[in-house]
Structures are given as structure tokens and as C-alpha cells.
């Protein structure tokens, strides 16, 4: 474990690092298996999405409905989704402002038309929905009415959802920074700021309340936990290991949201690294060499996550060791997982979604929400799950009883 650091500002990129990360951005979402294929001097067909095969389904989901809230966000790389909370879905896209929709049937409740490119969100609770945009807006609206409570302002793009809760709105931007405002007032209480690599893969998280705590995790491969009221910093932990002889080598991203299941942190890393830690302490308790870029899905003893090359894995929550691989899925850009039932379920690059028994990997069912890529995790309240794909489409799915 890192001892606590002061806050410090995140350098600022050249023009050609950022170019540089641009491209790689790119290409990380069509996947790194297929960078290296380039030069591995494979068979074209390793480079190619896995051929869907048949199998014999195990459970039966169907559709509930289907909605569209705008203009999604296509190539950006911003992985958003819905949130879901007390009966409501709240969703944005880039175009098309943010709506709430009834969890059963999809109706609108309300519209909030904008005309800023609504890119981090939303993020919901404590009677608001807020969102930011990609010119660092921030915006909070009244979860029941849809009317607007106050702006702010940060200085950096937010692609991650702003999260609400201990009386304030943390809203994470893309240059490393996490900045705390009030709930009521949308007034400034305290910002924090990580250094960010010159070169990382795209894409960022929220982070996740605890009591008195905020857990973030960064680009260079580092979970932290500070005083929720201040900004403090109380410890860092690296997941991912910045390793090898080149930027690109050495990327190591907690891209996903650090998840807290009781008083134990799981984050895993862009590097292919889980690690489980002592939220309190920071302390590592395990450490598995299986993980990726997305947030862990946590079931009540096992934990699933996807590889950046497609791999789907289930560890074993208690030690992390690794359960099943499902390999049917490999270059299919794939989601994070989430937990719907007894299954993981992720989204892919042709806007299918594939249902996993947590217990052994099996594939156990499969639909399509549309037919355009679904690259952020999705989302469950009880026996639905709900998926946004990059075109700002919504899918309902419910397990059959």
C-alpha cells in the first residue's frame, strides 16, 4: 500500500500524446486482441469477432420493452448507461437531453430537452438526476418533476456518471480530477486531483460512496479512498501493474467502478489484475491475475469479469481464484458484466446480450436488443435488466420465473 499523498495537479498532455491516446482509444474499443494480432503473424481469422454457436438454453428471458432517448454515443467511448431507482429509469444521451421512464413499461414520465452533449450519466438519488457533458457541465434536475435545480462547472470533459449521495454530487472529469458540490445548493465543497498517464485507455467510472468514504479508482492503475467530507486523502492501493518497456505496455487502468460489497473494495484493471481490499485499511486481502476493463459483478460468492480480450471470468469471491473461463465470446468488445439472477450477463459489439450461469460459465440465454453495440454494462433492479446501446437505445429484459 501507498502512503496517502497531498492533492496534485494532473499534467497536461502535448498535442502528440494526445493524438497518440486518441488513436489508441480507438483501437481499444475494437479490441486489443486485434492490435496484436497485427504482428503476431496469426491467421487474419484470429483477429475476427468469435462465430456465435448454437446452444440449448437454460433459462428464458424476454423482452419487456424498448425505448430510444436520443443520439447515443456512437464511437466516444463513454460506455453510457441508465440508472435505475425507486421504480424510474433515468437516462441521457449525447443528443437528446434525459428522460425517466417507468421500469414496468418503458412510459415517460418526463423529458429534460438540452441542447449540451450530455455524455457522464445520469446519476441518481437523494431526490435528483444529474448529469455532465462533454464541455464539463453539470447539471442536477428534480428526479420527480424533470425541472432544473442548479449548474455548475468543471474544466475537463465528464464521461462518467456524477454520483449522489452524504449530502453532496461527486462528479468525476477526465482529467483525473473528483469534485464534490452540494447536493442543494450545487456550490463547490472540495475537489481532488490524480495525475493522469500520458497515454491510458478510454474511458472512466464513477467512483463509489461508502460511509464517510469516496472510492475512486485512476488511469495509472490505483484505487484511492478519501474523507467524503473534505477531499482527504486516507490511502492508495495499486490494482493494475504499470509493467514493460513502453507507454502502451505499461497501461494498467481501474476504469471500472470500484464496487463495495460490505466492508471489502473489488477493483480490477485494464492489465487483466482483480484485487480485493480492506476498504478501512487499504490492505490487500487477494490478488487474481484475471480481470479487465470494466467494473467487477458481484453475486453472493462469486465475482464475474470480462478481459479486454473477451474472456469472461468468474472468481471465486473469498480468494479470487478462478472458478470458469468462458472463451465463446473473445474479440466481441465486449460489456462489463453484470448480475441479473443467477447469471452475468454482457453486451457486445452487435448488440447482443449473453446470459452466463454463475456457477459454471455455461451460456443459459441470448437476445438482441437492437442490433447496435452495447458497450456499457448493464443495469438491474430486481428480475429486469436494462441495456443502452451506443445509439441511445433502451432494452428491458426479465427472467422468466
Known amino acids: ?149 442548479w449548474q455548475a462547472k468543471v474544466g475537463n470533459e465528464i464521461i462518467a456518471e456524477p454520483v449522489v449521495g452524504l449530502g453532496m454530487v461527486f462528479v468525476r472529469s477526465n482529467d483525473g480530477r473528483l469534485t464534490a458540490f452540494d447536493a442543494a445548493t450545487g456550490e463547490r465543497r472540495w475537489f481532488w486531483n490524480h495525475d493522469v498517464p500520458s497515454l491510458s485507455v478510454r474511458g472512466n467510472d464513477a467512483p463509489v460512496l461508502g460511509p464517510g468514504y469516496v472510492f475512486v479508482g485512476s488511469d495509472d492503475g490505483t484505487v484511492s479512498a478519501l474523507a467524503a467530507a473534505d477531499g482527504r486523502p486516507l490511502w492508495e492501493q495499486a490494482v493494475g501493474q504499470q509493467e514493460g518497456r513502453t507507454e502502451l505496455d505499461r497501461m494498467a487502468d481501474v476504469d471500472g467502478t470500484p464496487v463495495l460489497d460490505g466492508t471489502t473494495i473489488i477493483a480490477t484493471s485494464f492489465d487483466g489484475r482483480t484485487m480485493a481490499i480492506d476498504a478501512p485499511s487499504g490492505q490487500p486481502m487477494w490478488v487474481s491475475n484475471h480481470g479487465g476493463p470494466g467494473r467487477a459483478a458481484v453475486a453472493p460468492s462469486v465475482l464475474a469479469v470480462s478481459s479486454a480480450d473477451g474472456n469472461v471470468y468468474g472468481l471465486e469471491k473469498r480468494g479470487g481464484s478462478a472458478l470458469w473461463t468462458q472463451p465463446g465470446l473473445v474479440r466481441r468488445n465486449l460489456s462489463a458484466p453484470a448480475v441479473h439472477g443467477g447469471y452475468a450477463v454482457v453486451g457486445d459489439y452487435d448488440g447482443y446480450l449473453h446470459w452466463l450461469d454463475l456457477a459454471t460459465g455455461a451460456f443459459a440465454a441470448r437476445a438482441r436488443a437492437g442490433g447496435d453495440a452495447i458497450r456499457a454494462v448493464p443495469v438491474v433492479s430486481g428480475d429486469i435488466l436494462i441495456a443502452q446501446d451506443v445509439d441511445g437505445g433502451l432494452s428491458a429484459f426479465r427472467i422468466a420465473q
Open 1 to 149: 500500500m501507498k502512503p496517502a499523498s497531498t492533492p496534485h495537479s494532473a499534467a497536461a498532455a502535448t498535442p502528440l500524446l494526445r493524438a497518440c491516446a486518441l488513436a489508441l482509444c480507438v483501437l481499444a474499443v475494437a479490441g486489443c486482441s486485434t492490435v496484436k494480432g497485427w504482428f503476431d503473424g496469426k491467421d487474419e481469422d484470429a483477429t475476427e469477432p468469435a462465430k456465435l454457436t448454437e446452444f440449448s438454453p437454460t433459462v428464458t428471458v424476454s423482452e419487456l420493452w424498448s425505448a430510444d432517448v436520443g443520439e447515443g454515443e456512437d464511437r466516444l467511448g463513454i460506455r453510457q448507461h441508465p440508472v435505475i431507482v425507486d421504480g424510474r429509469v433515468y437516462a441521457a444521451a449525447v443528443d437528446g437531453g434525459v428522460h425517466a421512464l417507468d421500469l414496468q413499461t418503458g412510459k415517460r414520465i418526463w423529458h429534460y430537452p438540452s441542447e449540451l452533449r450530455l455524455s457522464g450519466g445520469p446519476g441518481a438519488g437523494d431526490g435528483l438526476v444529474v448529469v455532465g457533458s462533454l464541455d464539463g457541465d453539470v447539471i442536477a434536475l428534480d428526479a420527480s418533476t424533470g425541472a432544473e435545480r
